[in-house]
């Protein structure tokens, strides 16, 4: 992903001087975030999985790994649960209306 650093009012700064800038993606990563926000919707507890398992492979050693992962397992089970909620309230709601 190519990025450029532009002041807020669009005009890019001076050479050497990037500090306080924003970095504003190219037009093409914008829709690729909204494809990948998609994805993550719609099947958010495996990709939290994969990121977790490719974090926890970051780490040296079988105990740190497994550390790893048992300290994001809280956060697991109350973002899956958040999620099957949020899923199971949209589909009730869409077959309410629809009777």
Known sequence: MTRRNVLLDGEPPPPGE?????????????????AQGLKIALALPAYQIVNLVTYANTRQGWPAKLATIAAFLPIFA????CWAAGWTL????????MN
């Open 18 to 34: 990037t500090e306080g800038f924003v970095e504003i993606p190219e037009r093409d990563n914008r829709f690729d975030r909204i």
């Open 78 to 81: 109350l973002t899956t649960v």
């Open 90 to 97: 949209a589909l009730w709601l869409a077959l309410r209306l």
